[in-house]
C-alpha cells in the first residue's frame, strides 16, 4: 500500500484508539473549556476580557493538542518499546509518525472550534472576522507545536519524568504569552522572552484573526518567526530522533 | 544451490571502546532453525540486533536474504518477521485490530485469523491487548511479527519469563515455521530449547563462538563418557573417551573381586556438558 493510504490507516487506528479512552477524551476537550468558563468568570465577563481570552485559550489549545501530547506520546511509546517494533517492519517512518501528527492536528482543529463557537454562542463574540488567517495560523502552529514537542520527546528519559518535562516548558510560556489576560505590559525582559518563543505569535495571529480583522498583511513577523520556530522544530525533531 | 538466508563473517562490534562482540562467523541455510545459545550478557541480543538492522556494527561483513540489513532496506523488512525480547503494544485495540493493523504494511500478508489461531490465540480476537496475560500477549507478539508472511524470523529469547505450557505452545510454533519452510534465527540461554528446535547451535560465550553444529553432533572437548558406581559407600565417578575398554576393565576386577559395581551407570554428555564446560573454559581464558 502506498505511504499516504498507510498514514492514513494509521490516523483512523489511532482516531479510534482515542475514543476508546472516553473519559480522556472528554476531558481533553473540556479543559480548555473550563479555563475559559472559570476565567470568564472571574473576569465578569467583559467583552474587553474575552476579546484576550478566546484568542489566547485558542492558541493554548493548540499547543496542549500537539506540543504536550506529543512529547508526552512519544516518550510513551519509545517506553513501551512500539517505537522499536514499528521500526522493525515495512511501515514507513513518515506514515507512521504522519499518522501520529494528523491525530493531534485533529484534536487542535476540534479544540479551537469549541472554543470560538463557545466564544461566540455563549458569551457573544463576532465570529471570526477572518478565517483563512485563523486557519493558517493555526496550520503553521501545528507544525511548529507538534514537531517541537516531538523534538522535547528526545530529551525526556523516561515516562515518569515526562509532565515535568513538559511543564517546565508549557507553564511559563502560557504565563507569558497573553493567555489569560493581556501582557501589554509585561516587563521588558519577559516581553522579549515571550517574543522570542512561539505561543505569543500564534495568540496574536488568533485575535487578529477572530477579533481584530486587522488583515493577514500586520501580521506577517508573527507568520514568520513561528515558519521560523516550525523549521527549527522540524530540525530538531528529525535530527535527534531516538527509536529506543 | 540458494544462497544461505543469513550469512555472518567477522561480525566484531563495540560500545564505547568495550568489544561485546568479537569476531564471529555462521551461517543460517534457508529453512533451517538456527540457535544463538549463551549465557546472559553473552553478545546474543547485539548480534541478533544488528541483523534486525537496529544496530551498526563496527566491522564484519553481515547479510540476511543477500541484503546488508544496516541499509535500513525496506524490500529487506518486508521479508523479515522480528520478535523482540519485550516489546509493548497499543492496549486499547483488540488482538483481532492490532494483528489487521500491523498487516496492512506487508505487500502480501498471511490471513490475520489464521495467524490469531497459529499463535494460539482464537478466541481472544475481540479482547483488549491491555487485558491479555503476559504470555498471551508474548503470543500477540508473535503473530505481529508472522502477519507479514516473512521468510525469515528472527525469535529473541522468545519463551523466557514462559510457564511450561507456555513455552510448548510457543516450541509449537516453531516447529510450524520450520514446516512452512520459514528461517529462523532464535537466541535462548535455555539449553532444551536450543536443543529440541534447533537444527544447528552456535554456542556464544563473552562475545565468541566456542562450538558449533548440530546439537547431537556438538563435539564434547573434556566433556566424554561418564561412568560412575558406589564403592564403600562412596560414589566414584570416572570419565573416559573409551567407555567399553573402561568398563570390561572395571566389570573384570570387579568379578575377580567377587563384587558387584553398585548402581553403575554410563552417561553420554548432554549439550548441558558441553555448555557448561565451553563456557567454563572461555570465562577461564
Known amino acids: 500500500m502506498s505511504t499516504r493510504v498507510l498514514l492514513w490507516r494509521q490516523f483512523r487506528f489511532e482516531r479510534r484508539l482515542f475514543w476508546r479512552n472516553p473519559s480522556a477524551a472528554f476531558f481533553n476537550f473540556m479543559l480548555p473549556l473550563i479555563f475559559l468558563f472559570l476565567i470568564a468568570s472571574v473576569f465578569g465577563h467583559k467583552t474587553k476580557d474575552l476579546n484576550t481570552l478566546v484568542p489566547g485559550i485558542s492558541g493554548m489549545a493548540v499547543m496542549t493538542t500537539t506540543f504536550t501530547a506529543l512529547a508526552f506520546n512519544i516518550t510513551f511509546l519509545r517506553e513501551q518499546g512500539i517505537l522499536k517494533r ?15 501528527l494528523l491525530n493531534a492536528v485533529t484534536n487542535a482543529v476540534v479544540q479551537v472550534s469549541l472554543v470560538v463557537v463557545v466564544g461566540h454562542v455563549i458569551y457573544g463574540l463576532h465570529w471570526p472576522r477572518d478565517w483563512l488567517e485563523l486557519a493558517l495560523f493555526t496550520l503553521v502552529g501545528v507544525v511548529a507545536f507538534g514537531s517541537l514537542g516531538i523534538a522535547l520527546s528526545h530529551a525526556i528519559p523516561n515516562f515518569d519524568a515526562a509532565p515535568a518535562y513538559v511543564n517546565a516548558v508549557f507553564l511559563p510560556m502560557i504565563f507569558i504569552s497573553g493567555t489569560f489576560y493581556s501582557t501589554s505590559s509585561l516587563p521588558g525582559a519577559l516581553d522579549a ?18 477579533v481584530t480583522g486587522s488583515g493577514l498583511g500586520h501580521h506577517l513577523g508573527a507568520l514568520a518567526a513561528l515558519a521560523a520556530w516550525a523549521v527549527g522544530g522540524v530540525a530538531l525533531a528529525v535530527r535527534f530522533f531516538r527509536w529506543e | 544451490m540458494l544462497e544461505p538466508a543469513i550469512t555472518v563473517h567477522g561480525l566484531r562490534k563495540s560500545y564505547d571502546g568495550v568489544e561485546a562482540v568479537k569476531g564471529i562467523s555462521f551461517e543460517v541455510a534457508r529453512g533451517e532453525v538456527f540457535g544463538l545459545l549463551g549465557p546472559n550478557g553473552a553478545g546474543k541480543t547485539t548480534t541478533v540486533e544488528i541483523l534486525e538492522g537496529y544496530r551498526q556494527r563496527t566491522a564484519g ?4 536474504l543477500g541484503i546488508d540489513p544496516e541499509t535500513r532496506d525496506l524490500e529487506l523488512r518486508r521479508h523479515v518477521g522480528i520478535v523482540l525480547q519485550s516489546t509493548g503494544f497499543y492496549t486499547r485495540a483488540t488482538v483481532r485490530e492490532s494483528v489487521e493493523h500491523m498487516a496492512v504494511a506487508y505487500p502480501n500478508p498471511r490471513d490475520p485469523a489464521e495467524t490469531i489461531e497459529l499463535v494460539g490465540l482464537r478466541g481472544k480476537e475481540d479482547q483488549r491487548v491491555g487485558r491479555l496475560s503476559g504470555g498471551q500477549q508474548r503470543r500477540l507478539d508473535l503473530a505481529l511479527a508472522l502477519v507479514g508472511d516473512p521468510s525469515v524470523i528472527f525469535l529473541d529469547e522468545p519463551t523466557t519469563g514462559f510457564d511450561p505450557a507456555a ?7 516453531v516447529r510450524a515455521l520450520k514446516d512452512l519452510g520459514k528461517t529462523v534465527l532464535l537466541t535462548t540461554h535455555y539449553l532444551d530449547e536450543a536443543q529440541s528446535l534447533a537444527d544447528r547451535v552456535a554456542i556464544i560465550k563473552d562475545g565468541l563462538i566456542v562450538a558449533q553444529g548440530p546439537p547431537s553432533e556438538l563435539s564434547p572437548g573434556r566433556a566424554r563418557y561418564r561412568v560412575a558406581y558406589d564403592e564403600n559407600g562412596r560414589r566414584v565417578e570416572l570419565e573416559t573417551d573409551e567407555p567399553t575398554e573402561l568398563l570390561h576393565r572395571l566389570t573384570g576386577e570387579a568379578l575377580a573381586r567377587g563384587e558387584r559395581l553398585q548402581n553403575l551407570s554410563v552417561s553420554r554428555p548432554t549439550l548441558e ?9 572461555a570465562a577461564e581464558q
Do not use: N, S
Request: aromatic fraction near 10%; charge should be positive.
Open chain 1, 193 to 210: 522572552a515571550a517574543r522570542a518563543l512561539p505561543l505569543k505569535h500564534v495568540i496574536d495571529g488568533f485575535r487578529a484573526a477572530i
Open chain 2, 167 to 173: 513455552r510448548r505452545t510457543a516450541w509449537g510454533v
Open chain 1, 86 to 100: 514499528m521500526r522493525g517492519t515495512p511501515m514507513p517512518p513518515v506514515a507512521y509518525f504522519g499518522g501520529l
Open chain 2, 273 to 281: 556438558d558441553v555448555y557448561l564446560e565451553l563456557t567454563a573454559e
Open chain 2, 61 to 64: 561483513e553481515i547479510a540476511v
